[in-house]
Nanobody, 125 residues
Framework: VQLVESGGGLVQAGGSLRLSCAAS????????MGWYRQVPGKERELVAV???????????NYADSVKGRFTISRDATKNTVYLQMNSLEPEDTAVYYC????????????????WGQGTQVTVSS
């Protein structure tokens, strides 16, 4: 299984970016997909996650610092998760990593956590 991210870049404060992460490979089911970010010298922190709970949209959770500005969504038919980032601030500058809990078959022994390679988001003031 691979997670491939896209959509990072350089944007001015107040601007918007949309990140995408597509999962491919031997996927039986996806428990959750989400985004983390990391800046040099700091721990990787959760930004947003969308959890498969049987509803069409899934349930979502956000870091307090991005609530009201970022929106996570998914296209289950494409095994893809998106992060729409609006009203970006210089403090949002980081490498953003896609993260997913994926089953490759029946049983907990076939459940793994995967990471993408990371995409840089830079917000200039």
């Amino acid at each position: 299984v691979q997670l491939v991210e896209s959509g990072g870049g350089l944007v001015q404060a107040g601007g918007s970016l949309r990140l995408s992460c597509a999962a491919s490979g031997s996927i039986f089911s996806i428990n959750y997909m989400g985004w983390y970010r990391q800046v040099p010298g700091k721990e990787r922190e959760l930004v947003a996650v969308i959890i498969s709970d049987g509803s069409s949209g899934g349930s979502t959770n956000y870091a307090d610092s991005v609530k009201g500005r970022f929106t996570i969504s998914r296209d289950a038919t494409k095994n893809t998760v998106y992060l729409q980032m609006n009203s970006l601030e210089p403090e949002d500058t980081a490498v953003y990593y896609c993260n997913a809990d994926i089953k490759t078959g029946w049983g907990r022994e076939n459940e793994y956590v995967y990471w993408g390679q990371g995409t840089q988001v830079t917000v200039s003031s």
